[in-house]
């Protein structure tokens, strides 16, 4: 569902918290009725989970953005339109990407890998410890993301985290998704697909993507459950954190790298 | 000694109003600027996703550094018992508080949402050093302002020199909260250093007391009153302490970070081959900012020239803002090093390269509008309080010098 609609006027923070998994009807703008989900749980998301995901950088292609066209599609990124007037470099460093692909050469070696990045998810998110409002915030199930109700547009998060993983909406928006609001002036990053997840699914949009693309290089799971075909993984292959020398503990892990 | 006499700000009317007038106009031109970029969105300025902070949070930063620095002189004054200093403690107070209020005004409207003024003031959370400088700024006002009070109000006196003490320690608590922000930062490599906090202690000082020099000799000349030598040549070579203290405390923090491998990537780009910013270090930063002034200051050549002195300060200031610059906005244009040892071959994000940023006008009128809101809150203040000495002529008994 689509909506147009500048600023959506609802309280995200509690509609993530605690209503979204309760079933019922929000109002989302002013004669805009969205019906959330019931994810089967009147708890709201609890600690016994901790999402994550694991990217097997070997498995990642070069030159396919599948994830990364299915985030924005997922998101309603791809609504948020070009001002006018805005030069291409400009758009380049103003538009918001919750997930980006990135290629790297090993200096030493020659190696070259391709991986995505996204917000890592952090345990100890810096931009949850810096944002003044407490509209950064982290869930008990590990997903970090933004409220965008009571965030100010000040962007000490996007100078705290140190994955450049978050973006500001620059411009008016005139379309959006109702499972992503977003609004002018406020900070937004990847947020794990949170809507798919207490709608009671359990793959984000960009492995879905990706292992439609038979990569298969994202694998996304609960890292607590040792069943989890997620934790099986990182018991078994090794893998790492990027910046692992800041000991943030992120959710969001990669092999091969 | 005689006793000193306050005096309001009296100057003839059209000076006084002309004055006020250009001041507001400009004023005006920063609010046209504020709603431009509120109403379109912050894609019409320079700032973009890489460079989050611009313009207008350097003149915010420089405005708030200074401010607590401009009360430098009342605490000498009360805290310390500089007799020289003591009748230029009211207005060093009035000083401060429109300093700060000039860069926080700033800063609230350079937010994506400035109209959530309220979501600012009512939720917090403690454990953002951001929220605790909201908490700093607002106690900045009113200790200072009860500090006029003291200052002015017999009854109140004795309530001065507590007071005071508090002012002191409040307004250093100010600026290491204000130097942490970039402190807690350890994502960034410009940043990651523990010197930030001491050394914006150091620049509050000096640009402080340059914004102190230059009011107070332009009050003084719009209402035909008169400073003595002696006091002045006090300000001067107290300034000159806080311009060479600055130098020192960059010179340290570049070393510093030399010593650490890891931080050699900055360095190089900062002095070396930062492009402007290595400019802006070297010319706006070093030379406008500190040797030029240095030698105006101490130079025999210039030893009671008044306009040397007001030079120095204005060098002082263009210097500072230069070195704010570089810390804001050439900090994040370095790019974070998110794969060591990896070279970026693609990224659609600017990874591994040099952000870049122009300002826009619109930015550049916001942040000039901060300084001209301080300036005009102290000439309102200053015609309306008492609290500029009608005359500042050197103290006859060499007693109390
Ligand atoms: S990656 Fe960045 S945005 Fe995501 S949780 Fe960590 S610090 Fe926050
Ligand atoms: S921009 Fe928003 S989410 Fe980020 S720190 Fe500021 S208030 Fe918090």
């Not at chain 1, 990045?117 to 100890?124: D, P, R, V």
């Not at chain 2, 046209?32 to 949070?57: C, D, K, R």
Request: charged share 15%; hydrophobic share 45%.
């Amino acid at each position: 569902m689509s909506i147009n609609n500048d600023q959506p006027d609802l309280q995200r923070r509690n509609f993530i918290g605690k209503t979204v998994l309760a079933a019922g009807a929000a109002t989302v703008a002013p004669g805009v009725m969205l019906t959330v989900a019931n994810a089967g749980s009147e708890e709201g998301v609890s600690s016994d989970v901790r999402w994550g995901m694991l990217i097997d950088t070997n498995k990642c292609a070069d030159g396919c953005t599948a994830c990364v066209e299915a985030c924005n599609k997922e998101n309603g990124i791809d609504l948020i339109q070009r001002p006018e007037g805005q030069s291409d470099e400009m758009w380049d460093a103003q538009r918001p990407q919750w997930i980006r692909k990135v290629k790297l050469r090993d200096t030493q070696t020659g190696e070259v890998s391709n991986l995505p990045m996204m917000c890592q998810h952090c345990e100890h998110p810096p931009c949850v410890d810096v944002c003044p409002t407490g509209a950064s915030f982290k869930r008990a199930d590990g997903i970090v993301m933004v409220d965008r109700h009571i965030c100010i547009g000040c962007r000490y998060c996007m100078m705290a985290c140190p994955y450049k993983a978050r973006s500001f909406i620059h411009q008016n928006v005139a379309e959006q998704l109702t499972g992503a609001p977003r609004g002018k002036g406020c900070v937004e990053s990847c947020n794990l697909c949170a809507n798919r997840i207490d709608e009671g699914q359990e793959t984000t949009a960009c492995q879905d993507a990706c292992n439609q693309e038979g990569h298969k290089a994202i694998l996304f799971g609960d890292l607590k459950n040792p069943q989890s075909e997620i934790a099986q993984a990182l018991k078994t292959h090794h893998s790492r954190q990027i910046r692992a020398d800041l000991e943030l503990n992120t959710g969001v892990r990669y092999t091969n790298v | 000694m005689i006793k000193t006499k306050y005096r309001e700000l009296y100057c003839s009317s059209p000076r006084y109003w002309g004055g006020l007038a250009s001041l507001v106009f400009l004023i005006l031109l920063g609010m046209g600027a504020a709603y431009y970029m509120e109403h379109n969105g912050h894609f019409v300025t320079g700032m973009s996703n890489q460079i989050v902070w611009g313009l207008p949070h350097v003149f915010a930063i420089f405005l708030i550094v200074a401010a607590s620095g401009a009360l430098n002189v009342a605490s000498i004054g009360s805290v310390f018992g500089g007799p020289l200093y003591k009748p230029l403690g009211r207005f060093s107070g009035l000083l401060a508080i429109g300093l700060l209020a000039g860069g926080l005004v700033v800063l609230l409207l350079d937010l994506g949402r400035p109209d959530r003024l309220i979501v600012a003031i009512t939720t917090y959370n403690f454990k953002s050093i951001f929220a605790w400088n909201i908490i700093l700024y607002t106690g900045f006002f009113t200790i200072v302002g009860l500090y006029l009070w003291a200052m002015m109000d017999r009854k109140f006196e004795k309530f001065k020199t507590p007071i005071g003490f508090a002012a002191f320690f409040w307004r250093l608590a100010l600026t290491t909260g204000t130097g942490s922000i970039f402190g807690f930062l350890v994502a960034r490599e410009a940043y990651d250093a523990a010197i930030m906090a001491p050394m914006f202690i150091i620049m509050s000082f000096s640009y402080g007391l340059a914004f102190f020099i230059i009011t107070l000799m332009a009050a003084y000349w719009w209402a035909d009153r008169t400073i003595g030598d002696l006091r002045l040549a006090r300000l001067k070579n107290l300034l000159g302490v806080f311009v060479g203290s600055v130098l020192y405390f960059a010179l340290v923090y570049h070393l510093t970070n030399l010593y650490v491998t890891q931080h050699h990537g900055v360095e190089r780009f900062i002095l070396l081959d930062g492009g402007i910013y290595t400019a802006m270090f070297w010319i706006g930063q070093v030379v406008i900012g500190g040797i030029i002034p240095l030698f105006l200051l101490y130079s025999p050549a210039f030893a009671t020239s008044r306009f040397a002195i007001a030079v120095a300060s204005m060098l002082v200031l263009i210097g500072g803002f230069f070195q704010i610059y570089v810390i804001v906005i050439g900090g994040q244009a370095f790019p974070m090093n998110l794969f060591p040892g990896k070279e970026v071959l693609e990224s659609s994000f600017f990874d591994g390269v040099v952000a870049a940023y122009s300002p826009t006008l619109a930015e550049g009128l916001l942040g000039f509008a901060g300084v001209v809101v301080a300036m005009t809150l102290v000439a309102i203040g200053a015609r309306m309080l008492r609290v500029l000495p009608e005359s500042l002529e050197d103290p006859a008994d060499a007693e109390c010098v």
